[in-house]
T-cell receptor, first 113, second 114 residues
Framework: GENVEQHPSTLSVQEGDSAVIKCTYS??????FPWYKQELGKGPQLIID?????GEKKDQRIAVTLNKTAKHFSLHITETQPEDSAVYFC????????????FGTGTRLTIIP | ETGVTQSPTHLIKTRGQQVTLRCSSQ?????VSWYQQALGQGPQFIFQ???????GRGNFPPRFSGLQFPNYSSELNVNALELDDSALYLC?????????????FGPGTRLTVL
């Protein structure tokens, strides 16, 4: 089955700086890669996703890049703000998300004011 | 907010008991997936329901079972509770249509087994 590894487990950045979180996946059949943000006491919230036929996707301060050959994808957050502090999870899925999501272990991002 | 609701928000049970958790999917969504999230870990897939039938199952024992109703809402049942079942149980709904179908999560039910 699919295995997703995520690094780092914790990340602290100064407000206004950029943050990068990296994930690798094992199954080349995976074709859908969402990123979720989870705040304390809440369920995961989708922030951005990418399909395997796209190399990069951007939404305002958030971008995701995908390298299918190396089987890794990354989340980039620019101009970080205190409200970006949360736990971020990457995930991988077959069939463009119609099937189960395999999650990474999470990254606790802390933005230092 | 995603429009996915779960009940109850918190639950305390003792070992050996049975529990039922409920999920109402987002409007227009016909697929419900359940995940277990232990403290400090990523969610783990339990199973998915589509058209009232189980459509994929993760590595969980048969004492984890589910239902999906005609209005697409769903239940997760866990029998013979064990201490390790203590976790946040998440429901995610999506619309299976042959295209990319993002899963949107509810707030979860926090289950504590004593």
């Amino acid at each position: 089955g699919e295995n997703v590894e995520q690094h780092p487990s914790t990340l602290s950045v100064q407000e206004g700086d950029s943050a990068v979180i990296k994930c690798t996946y094992s199954d080349s059949a995976s074709n859908y890669f969402p990123w979720y943000k989870q705040e304390l006491g809440k369920g995961p919230q989708l922030i951005i996703d990418i399909r395997s036929n796209v190399g990069e996707k951007k939404d305002q301060r958030i971008a995701v890049t995908l390298n299918k050959t190396a089987k890794h994808f990354s989340l980039h957050i620019t101009e970080t703000q205190p409200e970006d502090s949360a736990v971020y999870f990457c995930a991988a899925s077959y069939n463009f998300g119609n099937e189960k999501l395999t999650f990474g272990t999470g990254t606790r991002l802390t933005i230092i004011p | 907010e995603t429009g996915v609701t779960q009940s109850p928000t918190h639950l305390i049970k003792t070992r050996g008991q049975q529990v039922t958790l409920r999920c109402s999917s987002q409007s227009g969504h016909n697929t419900v997936s359940w995940y277990q999230q232990a403290l400090g870990q990523g969610p783990q897939f339990i199973f998915q329901y589509y058209r009232e039938e189980e459509n994929g199952r993760g590595n969980f024992p048969p004492r984890f079972s589910g239902l999906q109703f005609p209005n697409y809402s769903s239940e997760l049942n866990v029998n013979a509770l064990e201490l390790d079942d203590s976790a946040l149980y998440l429901c995610a709904s999506s619309r299976t249509s042959g295209l990319r179908d993002t899963q949107y999560f509810g707030p979860g039910t926090r289950l504590t087994v004593l």
